[in-house]
């Protein structure tokens, strides 16, 4: 199970793809993240502003 960014809540602020290890989050309107890539270390969650991130 992999991280997941609600599009909702997210408001695209990049401080959750700098601290992926793996680089599995990707830029657009929103944040993205690759759920292939994922390793579930929950980093990207621990920076997110907004609270956009949680577990799928």
């Known amino acids: 199970m992999a991280y997941k ?11 959750c793809a700098g601290e992926c290890p793996t680089e599995a989050i990707s ?19 621990g920076v997110c502003p ?3 991130i949680s577990l799928e």
């Open 27 to 45: 830029a657009g309107d929103v944040y993205v993240i690759d759920a292939n890539k994922c390793i579930e270390c929950g980093s990207c969650a």
């Open 5 to 15: 960014i609600d599009e909702n809540v997210c408001i695209a602020c990049g401080s």
């Open 50 to 52: 907004t609270g956009a």
